[in-house]
């Protein structure tokens, strides 16, 4: 027979999909509900029946041995297509029921009753469907106890999924040893909760008689009360087991039920009689006889679990599950109110925006649980080092926040700015291995630097910034000077875009020089911009646009562009400039795809990959996703292109990557060369980088070298190249020729002048 399909079937069958309960069984918790729905209307049988694609599956049931039906002879099929409560008074008398085989045959419907179970509105998954075979009619309150019947069922289907949703959270979030052990025994614990929620529906039926002062209970109520079945329940044994307030609360709504005729809903206090507290929903319907109330009846649900659960679901959604402390939404509630508080009290708000300086160091070196370790031992000292009244919130990442309710003086927060450094300055040992807490903090203080969450917290942040550009492991307070900075720097990042849009960017190439034969064995490309009003400018003007990722995006196309135009102009004039190294960012390589894109650039050049160099600091190498640098570096290597580990000793584990990564050469940081001829630590350093190269069959290439006395040193302990003003200025790429064609290599090895060439 045909049935009838809703508009939104497809929605409608993933909603219920989504739930992943067609095939776990019948739900024992629900068949509570199914018993109470007999009792209440008095009929044999009710079910809970989910509609699949052609079928119907009885999830809980009561009066009937079946598992489900087909959809073609389910009532389900007309209940879902209405938000409303489906009354069939005379299923054989009603053309959509009259020839269905459950009317013409077992078990006889005649009366039936549905109510569709919907999460959201206008998805009805399936019904709570109660039958009897006589005819018969409902009053309205009858029909309005089925809805809120199918309420509690619906009550339970969310419980469900948002413990489902719980669970694969918790499935998925990767924390420390220590917390997924916590974790681990919370998801056991809800484990738990549902299998005793599934089993005991936690609902009860009451009725009282007014005629008779009589009070009735099904077997529901005694198992919430704690309270054996048979006993005769009296009005005082109901109200005892609530508190005075909740006792008088209820016999408030009672009374004004019974005055209105209007029904009822409230949530109270309870405690059972093992003397548990609990909390419980309490429902209230009249039935009115000759225009007389003659009985009260309604539903008591134990709602404990359900309130627990939605207050752990809140304290997930608000705080941060690593450490534990208020996360970024809930901080700024707080901040919210913090500044509504100080306005009405003339008192001052300060907030701390605090940054660990050395988390992705120990993140990407020491791995995931060392950065985990160090997060939670910050914000146990930040925790610390604050009063009560005080909030400590992580934002994300290694970012934390401290929300100073109430601070007298404005200076108060500076001075607790430099408590908590000295508290996070100190060491403490992960797995034998020695770590820091060593932070940067920049610090706001309302009404002087903002009076709304957003200008305070910005303001804080460009304090940050400055205690971060100023050496890390300070603390600095905003000013309006430091507004200004800012603003030059979103200036400077606009006039570059411009400059780059128009070219101005360009390489200029400093020589790197034989130390041993005095040869030039190649060029590193250095960034140079062509300003139309103050002339040439170097990095020093520009650089602090390379922190934006774009923009270094951008300025690396440039440079690797020009470049490969500069090296096949050489070539094909017949000059041997042996190669050309170009500084590669780390935007660069978290774009992806840098491989491809350097190769493609010399195979269109016509160039051997031989001729390029890629140049990459120890900062690269520490960034996220070193990963991806590690495999684009080996990748450039195996296909030809020579790699340089740039300013190397002036960063973190360099010795480990020197293991890790594909390297060629090593680049001895002009700082260890400037006074190697006076500072016996310089000189020792360098002797040790140019022996370890040496051992790892890794060329050495010393920066900076500005004289002979240099050069004779480094060439005397074995330092393969020489880069530096001794030999040449960088020059633009036209000179390049003219300079290759009038080099000595005798004058280069201290035997006569250096030839010079200006920038």
Not at 170 to 190: A, G, M, P, V
Not at 336 to 364: C, M, P, T, W, Y
Not at 525 to 534: D, N, T, V, Y
Request: net charge negative; charged share 25%.
């Amino acid at each position: 027979m045909a049935y009838p399909v809703p508009e939104n079937e497809a929605e409608r069958l993933a909603e219920l999909h989504a739930l992943e309960i067609m095939d776990s069984g019948p739900s024992v918790a629900l068949e509570g509900v199914c018993l109470l729905s007999r009792m209440v209307l008095n009929v044999p049988t009710a079910c809970i029946g989910l509609v699949d694609r052609e079928r119907q599956l009885f999830k809980a049931k009561s009066g009937w041995d079946a598992d489900g039906t087909s959809r073609e002879h389910s009532f389900s099929a007309w209940t879902i297509m209405s938000p409303d409560v489906l009354v069939v008074p005379d299923a054989s008398k009603d053309p959509r029921f009259r020839d269905n085989i459950y009317v013409t045959g077992e078990p006889h419907i005649r009366f039936y009753v549905g109510a569709p179970i919907a999460l959201r509105a206008g998805l009805n998954i399936g019904s709570l469907c109660i039958f009897g075979p006589e005819p018969r009619q409902l009053s309205a309150a009858e029909v309005e106890l089925v809805g809120r019947l199918a309420q509690i069922v619906t009550d339970q289907f969310r419980f469900h999924e948002a413990t489902r949703r719980t669970k694969r959270e918790l499935e998925h979030r990767r924390t420390s040893q220590n917390l997924l052990e916590i974790q681990s025994r919370e998801l056991w614990r809800r484990q738990t909760l549902l299998a005793q929620t599934e089993r005991l529906a936690r609902v009860g039926g009451w009725e009282f008689d007014i005629a008779n002062n009589r009070l009735t209970w099904s077997d529901g109520m005694f198992s919430i009360y704690g309270l054996t079945p048979g006993r005769e329940p009296s009005a005082d044994i109901a109200l005892s087991h609530f508190p005075v307030e909740a006792r008088h609360q209820f016999q408030r709504k009672l009374e004004h039920a019974l005055r209105t005729r209007e029904p009822f809903e409230l949530e109270l206090p309870f405690v059972d009689a093992q003397g548990r507290h609990r909390i419980v929903r309490k429902t209230c319907e009249v039935e009115v006889e000759d225009d007389k109330v003659v009985r009260a009846f309604g539903i008591l649900q134990d709602v404990t679990e359900q309130k627990e659960s939605e207050q752990r679901m809140w304290r997930m959604a608000n705080h941060d599950a690593l450490t534990g402390l208020p996360n970024r939404g809930l901080m700024r509630e707080k901040l919210e109110a913090a500044l509504r508080r100080a306005r009405r009290s003339g008192k001052h708000v300060g907030v701390l925006l605090i940054d660990i300086d050395q988390f992705k160091d120990v993140n990407d070196t020491l791995g995931h649980d060392a950065g985990d370790a160090l997060l939670i031992e910050a914000a146990g000292r930040l925790s610390c080092s604050v009063s009560e009244v005080d909030v400590v919130a992580r934002l994300g990442g290694d970012e934390f926040i401290v929300l100073l309710s109430r601070i007298e003086n404005p200076t108060d927060g500076l001075l607790v700015a430099q408590r908590v450094l000295a508290v996070l300055n100190k060491t403490f040992v992960y797995r034998r291995t020695s770590l820091s807490c060593r932070s940067s903090i920049g610090v706001a203080i309302s009404p002087d630097h903002g009076t709304d969450p957003s200008t305070l917290l910005k303001n804080a942040d460009i304090a940050l910034y400055r205690a971060k550009s100023s050496g890390r492991g300070v603390a600095v307070e905003y000013n309006s000077r430091m507004q200004q900075a800012t603003e030059n720097r979103v200036q400077l990042a606009e006039r570059v875009r411009l400059a780059l849009q128009r070219g101005e960017f360009t390489p200029y190439y400093q020589p790197k020089v034989s130390l041993s034969t005095g040869a030039i064995v190649g060029f590193e490309a250095l960034l140079r911009w062509r300003h139309p009003r103050k002339g040439l400018l170097g990095p020093q003007e520009f650089g602090q646009a390379f922190e934006d990722p774009h923009l270094a995006l951008l300025m690396g196309e440039r440079l690797l562009e020009v470049v490969m135009r500069d090296m096949r102009a050489w070539e094909a004039s017949g000059c041997d400039f042996g190669h050309v190294a170009i500084n590669v960012s780390s935007a660069e390589f978290a774009r992806g795809e840098l491989p491809e894109r350097v190769l493609s650039a010399l195979d269109a050049a016509g160039l051997p990959p031989e001729r390029l160099t890629v140049e990459v600091t120890e900062t690269v190498f520490l960034g996220r996703g070193n990963e991806v640098v590690r495999q684009s570096l080996r990748a450039l290597n195996a296909a030809g292109v020579r790699i340089d580990l740039d300013d190397f000793g002036t960063g973190y584990a360099s010795l480990t990557h020197l293991k890790q990564f594909p390297v060629d050469r090593i680049k001895i940081d002009r700082s260890f060369v400037h006074d190697i001829e006076h500072d016996i630590d310089d000189a020792a350093i360098v002797r040790a980088v140019i022996h370890l190269g040496r051992s790892l069959g890794i060329q050495t290439v010393a920066e900076g070298v500005e004289n002979e006395a240099q050069a004779a040193y480094l060439r005397d302990n074995g330092c393969d190249h020489g880069q530096g003003y001794l030999y040449s200025q960088a020059m633009p790429a036209s000179r390049v020729p003219g300079f290759i064609r009038n080099w000595s290599a005798e004058r280069a090895t201290g035997r006569g002048p250096v030839q010079q060439v200006a920038e």
